[in-house]
Structures are given as structure tokens and as C-alpha cells.
């Protein structure tokens, strides 16, 4: 007889002994009832607390969101829902959100606010807008939107408006890697982590910044395929810590360590002829170009052993071509960033394993279409981007964020008074946060739509409320991982819009009807969408159904009889069009600064429950992650007298913060780290304002030269400790 | 064979992104501050070069034991184990929020949820199961390192993983060993955190004195069944009394 069971047995006794009457119920049940079903609906959408937008099933209840799950048919996202995932509720019913329009009263980022209906905002965004274009040419205003399902109509909106100036979080992120990809294999690759046999993980943490599929397929490679993982990064990351090999890397040197993989492999003829011959072009050149690069000379930069070098680049060459050096994604680090990415690109195409198992792969087909539209011309236009000529390979589409703002703040070459941003915060993203702010303050009027007061709100002039992922009818958007797939997805409301929350879609619309553009926004999400799968018209049925389409694209093997979108028609080892632009054609090493005495280098990087500046608010993630910390090596802790949970001042050149010390042997005596999105401006983040240090205070904003991608890595700090 | 549910978990998949901690507190309403799971670390020593592949990422919760100490720390009955389950369930219309099971379990897997002031702890999430889902934890998973199920049924995913790996599955080691029914393939990472279960001298006292409480309760029924039967058999000696009215 169990104790339970005596209880029960001799129950008036015991319930005498511990309490009473109140109990004598309880007890007579004779067990706790087995749970009802729960009576939740379930709803696909996907999720958007980072981008990657993994498939979700949101359970409701009484139009209440009450859990989020991962779609199992999701296979982009391998079925699962990470940390920030499952805090996506705690985003949407966050007493943080903004709830109505809001018009600024006081001084800029005073924080004084009035409520305004949504005709008044509407009516004033046009008009302020009207004005702007008025005075000074369409071109005069500036767009920025996020990655968002709905981002692309602010590009239709500053099409038809008149602007090029619109940019994206991407020249803060990864476009120098975008790049480097593009100019040697013609396209932006996936990595095949899933079938790889060795991979070479340098200046990526994929366990800790998760990327779907790769992620995940990264952990099932080396767990139950048998792929080596080595990792090369100044900090121990959990992604260190789960690798075969790892070494903390001298920050600013992989492309010397690039460079000397590629001269043993080339050198010791460990690359397929064939494949070189036929596929590649710039051979001759590379192996003359990397001749100096010897893994003595890397060792030396590196702080890698060179037998470890000349070992690997053994190691990746026996894999090959199942084996790769992975992308990685944010590639903002240096001032030569597109050149480093390209020395990782070298050396994948000396392993030859473009478009096969285990390598990098090309985009495979969606089947979703554009919608295209006549946008109307200006005669008084300006001739090109602010931000045009300042580098000379941008994407056009992305544009360069900090040459943009250093533009505008000269006004050079002509001015832009009028800003409208949607779900980015460039002053919780872009470094050097003074820069942003002065740049805010040069604007005639700034319109802000998003779900929270973010920095960027907080310094405009109109904030409007727009609805969360889960209240709101998206486009269709197509997505690829890996060899996961090639998808379809769209987002339908899964419970209602909470506050006076609208779409930025209708806000456009509203602002255009306004301006006499209505005819450009004449159609509804529905309509939007079925032109979109007008390839592929059971998409949306299918959609409705698994809450994902797939494409049942070919995966390997695309090139096979076709041409390399480069000028060689190749595979550009030495790339001609650098060349015929007075551009390096191959990779030249630079050694990186190294730090005044008494400095260190700042680097950055991610954690799985944070994105960006906007997780840091969350009451989920908060109990995860409840502040930032400076990640001080041990060593140069004790030279400094630093003990760990010390409050100290950290300050560069444009600016300093306090935080709490988090003194480690995870990371390089001379290197420091924090995370971002800390220590908001906005009191109307009430679990990030003042808590922590913001790094965008910290960092200076210098750029890379070819694409004007920001570099991040570039910023040395002075480390005190203050006296409490 | 009754069923047992338990967690297989393979530690080394685990890569410390907090899903299931985050899945958990959704799906069961953990209050602010406080965890049903967890994840711990171990071997994670930053030595450039060759690893030697102790790190580890080690996911947990309730471990639903064999002997759980626990129910035997629980005064009013709240806590026992499901035979037919092999799950520690709370009875949350029982608990009265005493504390004792906290200390009892060796592997700090209970708490006083703040909001209910009742013991809680992880329950396999019952109403997701009623939903034919997995528990939150295991279902959003990012590398799948937990799968759940009953370890008894071959046919089940955690069933034919506990099979299969019979001979190299762990188990914390508590200082109390309470044969937990949470299973880690190979090296399961930080073994030596397992605590000692501290179950209060008063529960001890009852526990020792319930074969004697029990015979009292039995004797006193009897001696209630003797009196019941000697007023059906032998009649009522007062018969004035209904003869009076």
C-alpha cells in the first residue's frame, strides 16, 4: 500500500491531521482527472521573431494565441520552434506595444507623445510627405523596411513615390558575403550542411545564431553522419564547444588562413584537375597569388599551428567535394569584408563542390512570381542614390546604411529631408548611435510603423501601431534551406488585431489614396497573392492545407550544361571584372590593427534568443537573458583588476557605456564581446531601457570598400573599472 | 507490461538554444522566474585545438522516478507515482503547498509555483497528450535531442531508442539514487550535481508509523464491523427506548 493509497484508506484521519474540512473533497476523488482535450483551434503561419520564418501552428483559444508549435510538414525549419519561436506570444501580448498613432510632441526622443486617430496620421504622413517631395525632389525622401512578408511594398510605395533611396538591415548584416559569393560562383549559394563530410566554420556560430535548416542539419551532420565541424572564433562559442576542432582565431585574419588552405591544396595538388580545368576560371593566378601565403605566414597571423593549417586543408580536400568552408551570414566585419568572403569562396571552388551533395548549392525554382507595376516618372528626379558612387559594387536594392547616413548628414550630393521606416531599428542596429540620432534630427518629419516604441520610433515624428505576425494577411513568400526544400509560405491571421493595430499594407494604401497613387495599391493581400502563384495556382490550396507548398525542384546538379553567371562563364577564382574595375581580382591579405595598449578589439555577435534589438523586451527571453555583460578574457581581467560582476565603463571613440564584467576564459585576452539590443532610449521598453549597454553606442561606423556593408569589427575599446 | 513514460535524450545533440525551456514555460504557464526544464553544461573548458568531445548541453526535468522520493516527503497524498503510467503525478486538488517535496527531490526538479502556491514540476504535458501531441519540450526541439514516450512499447520512437541503446544509457547519478526514469545515451555530460534527498523527520516518523497507523485504523474498523454486528445479531439491549415512544 503506497502512501497515497493509506491516505485515501484511512481518509478522515489524515485530512483531521493536516488540515480540515476544506480537503475531505480532494480526497474522496480518487484520482487526479485525466485532462480534456484542450479546446484550442489550430492555425498555420510563420514565425517572424527572427527571419528566418519557420512554419508555426498557433493553438487559440476564445481568440486568444495560447501556445505556438512547430509545423512538423515545416521542413525548412526541420519541425522545430526555437527560444525566440515560442516567446513569439509574449511578443504579441506584450503591455509594451505601441496601441494607437502616436504624434510626437516634445523635442525629438523626449518621449512626449499625443494620440491621434488613425485619418489625422494618415492625412499628415501624405501630407508631410507631399511636402518633403515638393521641396526637395521625390528623391529627397528615404524608405527602410526590414525583412518582413510585407516589406516590399514600401519599395512599391517608394517606387511610385518617386525614390530610390530605400534601404534594408542588410548593409548592417551580410551583404560583403553576398557579394563575394555572387562574384565568384554567379549566384548567393546554400551550404549543404546536411551531406556534408567536413566543415570549416569560420566567423559563423550557426548553434548559437540559428539559421534554418542549417542549424540543425549541422548538429544531425556531425551527429549522425560522421561530418567533422571546425571552428575558428575569437570567443568559445557553444557552436566552439560542440566542434571537433576550434581555435580562437586572431580576430581579422581568416583570409590569411584562406589563403594558406588554398596554397597547400593547391600546392600539393589535393584539388580534381578536371573539375578546375573544366568549371574554374583564374587557376594559374590564384596558385602564383597564394605562393606567399604559406601556412608559416598564416600561423603567424593566425595564431593557428601550421601543421594545423596544412592538416585541414588536407582534411577538407580528402572530403571534397562533400566538404565546404560554410558561407556564414553576417559577414559585416571588416573593411576588406568582401574580400575576406571571397577567400572563403576561393577555397570552396578549389574543393569543387559547387551544385553537389555535401557542398554549396545553387537557388532551386519556388514558383512564385513578381508582380510587377509602372511606376510613374519624375522629370525632376535626382540622378541616382545618395549613397551612389561612394563604393562601387552596392546592391542596389539593399543600399549601404551608414554611407546613406553620412550622405544625408552632408548633404551630399543633394538633401533628404523625410524618412519612413518599417520593422528595422536602425538606432538599435547600425553602429555609431550619435550618427543615427544627428541623422534623425536633420529630418523634416520621420514616420515609424512598427509593433514596439523601438529607438527608431522614439526619435520620430509619427509612430504608427501595426499589427504582430499572427494578426496580420501577408503575401506569399517563397524560401529555400539547404536541401530542405524550396517553399511556399503565407501568413493569415491567427487571432484578431489587437489595439488600433493596422497593416502596413493598408498604411501604404491609406498614404497613397492621399497622394493620388491609389491606383498602385488598387488590389487586396488575396488578389496580391494569387498573381503571385499564378505558376503554381494549387499553392494556395495546399497552403491552406500543411500550411506550407513545396516545389518539388531539382536539388543538385542545376549547372549541369549550364553557364556561371560571370564574365569568364566560370567559376571566378580571379575575378575579371574586379580586375577591369581596379579592384583586387584576388584576395590581398592586410593585416589587421592590432589594439593600443591597454585596448581591445570589439567584436560581435549573436545567442540564440536574441535578435538583434528586438528580443531584448521580451518578458520571455528576458528570464534567459536578463542583461548584457562584457565577455573579459580572465587574464587581462586580473591585469586590469577586474573581478567578475564588476560594473565597468567600456569606451571607444565615439562613445562609452557601463555594463557588468563577465570575466571568462571564453574569449581572447585582447578581444571583448557583448551582445546587442541593451540599454534602449525608449522608456516604452521597460525591460531594456537602462539595462545593460547598447554596442551601437559603441561601435564606429566604418564600412567595407566594395560594398559598403558596415564593419563591425573594427572598434577599439578602453575597459574600466568604476568604483561603486 | 504497464507502461512507463520517460525521456531518452541524447545530450550530445543538444545545442543550449533554450526551446524546450521556453516551449515549457508557454505551454504550462511557469511563472515568471521559475522553470520546470532545464539544460546544464559540462566539459565546456575553452582549450584551442582538438576537443575532446566532453562537452556537453544536458537537457532536463522531472526524472518521474522509480523512488521517488518525493512522494514519500508528500504528507497529504498529493504526490504519487501512476502505476499504470509510471509518471509522478501532483494532484493539485491535494497539494497544500507544504514545501516538503521540494528538498525531497534530488535533482531540484520541484518548485512552489508562485501564482497556484502549490508544488509543480514537470507532467509530461497530460493535455497536449490528450491532444495526441508530444510534450511542448520534446515536440519543438530544434535537433530533437529529447523523444518522449513509454520505454516499455518497442513500437514507440523513445521505446525502440531505449532498446536499442539498453547497455549504454545513464542516468544521473543523485546521492540519492532514485532510479530516475530519464535516460541519456552514452555520456550524458554533468553527472555530479544530483543532490541528496532531504525528506523531513516527521514524514520519516509516519512513514515508519504507517504499517502501525494502519493497524489501528484496522482494528478500530473492526471493532466498529464487532459493534455493527453485535447489534445485527445479539439486538439492542434497550428496548424501553422504542417501547417509550
Known amino acids: 500500500m503506497s502512501r497515497r493509497d493509506f491516505f485515501r484508506a484511512s481518509g478522515l484521519v489524515a485530512a483531521g491531521a493536516v488540515g480540515g474540512p476544506a480537503l475531505l473533497g480532494g480526497l474522496a476523488k480518487a484520482r487526479a482527472a485525466s485532462p480534456a482535450k484542450p479546446a ?104 527602410t523596411a526590414g525583412s518582413d512578408l510585407q516589406s516590399q511594398f514600401v519599395g512599391r510605395f517608394a517606387e511610385v513615390y518617386g525614390s530610390f533611396n530605400v534601404t534594408s538591415h542588410e548593409s548592417l548584416c551580410l551583404v560583403s558575403g553576398s557579394r563575394a559569393f555572387l562574384d565568384t560562383f554567379g549566384e548567393v549559394p546554400f551550404a549543404d550542411v546536411l551531406n556534408s563530410r567536413y566543415i570549416m566554420m569560420v566567423g559563423a556560430n550557426r548553434f548559437e545564431a540559428l539559421v534554418t535548416p542549417d542549424s540543425i542539419d549541422l548538429m544531425t551532420a556531425i551527429r549522425e553522419n560522421g561530418c567533422k565541424l571546425v571552428t575558428l572564433d575569437p570567443r568559445y562559442t557553444k557552436t566552439a564547444a560542440l566542434s571537433h576542432e576550434w581555435y580562437p582565431v586572431r580576430p581579422g585574419t581568416d583570409m590569411a588562413f584562406m589563403l594558406a588552405l588554398a596554397h597547400v591544396i593547391i600546392n600539393e595538388k589535393l584539388y580534381d584537375p578536371q573539375w578546375i580545368a573544366d568549371k574554374t576560371f583564374g587557376m594559374e593566378q590564384l596558385t602564383a597569388h597564394v605562393r606567399r601565403y604559406t601556412p608559416g605566414f598564416a600561423a603567424e597571423q593566425c595564431g593557428i599551428p601550421a601543421e594545423d593549417i596544412a592538416r585541414m586543408a588536407r582534411e577538407l580536400a580528402a572530403a571534397a567535394p562533400a566538404s565546404m568552408v560554410y558561407p556564414g551570414r553576417r559577414t559585416s566585419d571588416y573593411e576588406d569584408s568582401t574580400q575576406i568572403r571571397r577567400s572563403f569562396a576561393i577555397v570552396n571552388g578549389l574543393l569543387g563542390n559547387w551544385d553537389k551533395p555535401g557542398g554549396l548549392l545553387a537557388a532551386r525554382q519556388v514558383g512564385l512570381k513578381g508582380v510587377p507595376f509602372d511606376a510613374p516618372w519624375y522629370d525632376e528626379n535626382r540622378e541616382d542614390r545618395i549613397d551612389a558612387g561612394k563604393v562601387p559594387m552596392m546592391f542596389e536594392h539593399e543600399g549601404s546604411f551608414v554611407v546613406t547616413r553620412d550622405a544625408v548628414l552632408a548633404d551630399d550630393p543633394y538633401p533628404i529631408r523625410g524618412w519612413f521606416i518599417y520593422k528595422t531599428n536602425p538606432m538599435g542596429t547600425a553602429p555609431n548611435r550619435r550618427k543615427t540620432m544627428e541623422m534623425m534630427n536633420k529630418m523634416d518629419f520621420v514616420t515609424v ?28 513568400s517563397g524560401l529555400q534551406g539547404s536541401v530542405a526544400c524550396a517553399c511556399v509560405v503565407k501568413r493569415d491571421p491567427v487571432i484578431d488585431p489587437l489595439y488600433e493595430s493596422r497593416p502596413l499594407f493598408e498604411i501604404m494604401k491609406g498614404i497613397a489614396d492621399r497622394m493620388e497613387l491609389g491606383e498602385f495599391f488598387d488590389f487586396t493581400i488575396d488578389e496580391y497573392r494569387e498573381k503571385q502563384t499564378r505558376d503554381i495556382p494549387e499553392a494556395l490550396a495546399v497552403m491552406d492545407r500543411d500550411g506550407v507548398y513545396y516545389n518539388p525542384s531539382k536539388v543538385y546538379g542545376i549547372y549541369e550544361g549550364r553557364i556561371y553567371k560571370t564574365l569568364s562563364k566560370k567559376v571566378e577564382l580571379y575575378n575579371q571584372r574586379y580586375e577591369q574595375m581596379g579592384l583586387d581580382p584576388l584576395p590581398n591579405y592586410t593585416p589587421p590593427a592590432p589594439p ?18 528586438s528580443t531584448a523586451n521580451n518578458t520571455l527571453l528576458h528570464q534567459f537573458l536578463p542583461t548584457n555583460t562584457l565577455w573579459l578574457n580572465t587574464e587581462a581581467a586580473g591585469r586590469l583588476g577586474i573581478q567578475d560582476g564588476d560594473l565597468v565603463e567600456v569606451a571607444s571613440p565615439v562613445g562609452s557605456q557601463e555594463l557588468r564584467a563577465e570575466v571568462t576564459d571564453r574569449i581572447r585576452p585582447d578581444t571583448v564581446f557583448m551582445l546587442s539590443g541593451y540599454n534602449t532610449l525608449s522608456t516604452m521598453q521597460h525591460l531594456s531601457h537602462g539595462n545593460g549597454a547598447s554596442i551601437n553606442e559603441l561601435l564606429d561606423d566604418d564600412f567595407d570598400a566594395i560594398t559598403g556593408n558596415a564593419s563591425m569589427h573594427t572598434t577599439f575599446v578602453s575597459v574600466t573599472r568604476k568604483v561603486a | 507490461m504497464a507502461q512507463q513514460l520517460a525521456m531518452v535524450i541524447d545530450a550530445a545533440k543538444c545545442i543550449d538554444c533554450k526551446g524546450c525551456v521556453a516551449a515549457c514555460k508557454v505551454a504550462n504557464n511557469v511563472p515568471e522566474g521559475q522553470f520546470r526544464n532545464w539544460i546544464k553544461h559540462a566539459g565546456l573548458r575553452a582549450v584551442p585545438g582538438i576537443s575532446d568531445r566532453t562537452a556537453r548541453f ?25 502505476h499504470d503510467t509510471g509518471e509522478v503525478v501532483i494532484d493539485q486538488a491535494l497539494c497544500i503547498g507544504c514545501g516538503n517535496c521540494i528538498p525531497a527531490c534530488p535533482y531540484q526538479a520541484r518548485y512552489r509555483n508562485e501564482i497556484t502556491r502549490k508544488a509543480d514540476k514537470c507532467n509530461y504535458c497530460p493535455e497536449r497528450r490528450a491532444a495526441g501531441l508530444q510534450p511542448a519540450c520534446v515536440d519543438t526541439c530544434p535537433t530533437k535531442a529529447r523523444v518522449f514516450g513509454d520505454i516499455n512499447d518497442p513500437t514507440s520512437a523513445a521505446g525502440a531508442l531505449f532498446l536499442k541503446n539498453k547497455e549504454r544509457l545513464t542516468r544521473v547519478a543523485a546521492k540519492t539514487n532514485t532510479l530516475p526514469n530519464m535516460y541519456y545515451l552514452g555520456d550524458p555530460g554533468p553527472g555530479d550535481w544530483g543532490g541528496e534527498a532531504v525528506v523531513p523527520a516527521s514524514m520519516v516518523a509516519m512513514k515508519e508509523s504507517a504499517p502501525f497507523i494502519k493497524g489501528m485504523v484496522a482494528l478500530s474498523g473492526l471493532g466498529v464491523l464487532a459493534m455493527l454486528g453485535r447489534q445485527l445479531f445479539a439486538g439492542s439491549d434497550h428496548k424501553e427506548d422504542s417501547d417509550a415512544r
Open chain 1, 40 to 143: 484550442w483551434d489550430s492555425r498555420f503561419s510563420a514565425c517572424d521573431m527572427c527571419f528566418n520564418k519557420c512554419g508555426l501552428i498557433a493553438r487559440v483559444e476564445n481568440g486568444v494565441a495560447t501556445k505556438l508549435d512547430p509545423n512538423p510538414k515545416f521542413l525548412k525549419s526541420r519541425g522545430m520552434l526555437c527560444a525566440r519561436g515560442n516567446a513569439g506570444l509574449a511578443q504579441v501580448y506584450d503591455p509594451d506595444r505601441l496601441k494607437h498613432p502616436l504624434l510626437r510632441k516634445g523635442a525629438r526622443g523626449e518621449g512626449k507623445w499625443q494620440r491621434i486617430p488613425w485619418d489625422e496620421a494618415l492625412d499628415m504622413a501624405a501630407l508631410k510627405m507631399a511636402e518633403v517631395r515638393e521641396k526637395y525632389t521625390p528623391c529627397g525622401h528615404l524608405f
Open chain 1, 449 to 476: 510603423v512598427d509593433i514596439a516604441m523601438s529607438d527608431t520610433a522614439w526619435m520620430a515624428d509619427l509612430v504608427l501601431p501595426s499589427p504582430s505576425y499572427l494578426e496580420r494577411k501577408d503575401p506569399c
Open chain 1, 596 to 613: 593600443p595598449d591597454n585596448r581591445f578589439r570589439m567584436v560581435i555577435g549573436r545567442n540564440a534568443m536574441i535578435t538583434q534589438s
Open chain 2, 58 to 82: 544536458q537537457p532536463g526535468a522531472c526524472m518521474h522516478c522509480e523512488i521517488p522520493t518525493c512522494v514519500a516527503a508528500c504528507p497529504t497524498g498529493a504526490t504519487y507515482k501512476d
